[in-house]
Antibody, heavy 121, light 108 residues
Framework: EVQLVESGGGLVQPGGSLRLSCAAS????????MSWVRQAPGKGLEWVSV???????YYADSVKGRFTISRDNSKNTLYLQMNSLRAEDTAVYYC???????????????WGQGTLVTVSS | DIQMTQSPSTLSASVGDRVTITCRAS??????LAWYQQKPGKAPKLLIY???SLESGVPSRFSGSGSGTEFTLTISSLQPDDFATYYC??????????FGQGTKVEIK
């Protein structure tokens, strides 16, 4: 059974840092595209970052230069290092696996339960 | 960047109603569109991928159609479990994904 479990959220001051983790089971992280998606309180979904199976990484403009996505193959875990945090980064952060359908990586077919990050003084 | 616009933002409907939600892309995305359902406090759930393909385990009352810039999600007969917020998402752009702003389906 595929499972994604996020951890590492919490309260942090503006300008601070936080590292989120996403522990996967039931599949191999390094063989898949993996992504982070966030949702500010009462708002819609926003794609944040993706880690391709081949090692390439990409970011939304809103987090580029501040957030870093990485993975630990030995732990089958995806990470999101968040630096220079701002109030507008406050959100529930979801880890998601990108599905491979009809030879195309695209929709997100498995999601974690999310972890809340609150940036406030 | 490709923008996704959903309409309506809120929809009031009764059990048994046929419901249609529209998603419009700012440029052609071929059929690279997905639909998700999200309930309060829960993660989104994939319903439809590639515009019209039903994800495994999703009830057949859900269907998707469209290509290019205009897409629709239809629920043929609304059930009590279907009251939720629905999002479209494009995955046409290289290395970038975009969601619509969401459509909340409420009880009339």
């Amino acid at each position: 059974e595929v499972q994604l479990v996020e951890s590492g959220g919490g309260l942090v001051q503006p300008g601070g840092s936080l590292r989120l983790s996403c522990a996967a089971s039931g599949f191999t992280v390094s063989s898949n595209y993996m992504s982070w998606v966030r949702q500010a309180p009462g708002k819609g979904l926003e794609w944040v970052s993706v880690f391709y199976s081949g090692g390439s990484t990409y970011y939304a403009d809103s987090v580029k230069g501040r957030f870093t996505i990485s993975r630990d193959n030995s732990k089958n875990t995806l990470y999101l290092q968040m630096n220079s945090l701002r109030a507008e980064d406050t959100a529930v952060y979801y880890c998601a696996r990108v599905g491979y359908y009809d030879y195309v990586w695209g929709s997100f077919n498995y999601w974690g339960q999310g972890t809340l990050v609150t940036v406030s003084s | 960047d490709i923008q996704m616009t959903q309409s309506p933002s809120t929809l009031s409907a009764s059990v048994g109603d046929r419901v249609t939600i529209t998603c419009r892309a700012s440029q052609s995305i071929s059929s690279w569109l997905a639909w998700y359902q999200q309930k309060p406090g829960k993660a989104p759930k994939l319903l439809i991928y590639k515009a019209s393909s039903l994800e495994s385990g999703v009830p057949s009352r859900f269907s998707g159609s469209g290509s290019g810039t205009e897409f629709t999600l239809t629920i043929s007969s609304l059930q009590p479990d279907d009251f939720a917020t629905y999002y479209c998402q494009q995955y046409n752009s290289d290395s970038s994904w975009t969601f619509g702003q969401g459509t909340k389906v409420e009880i009339k």
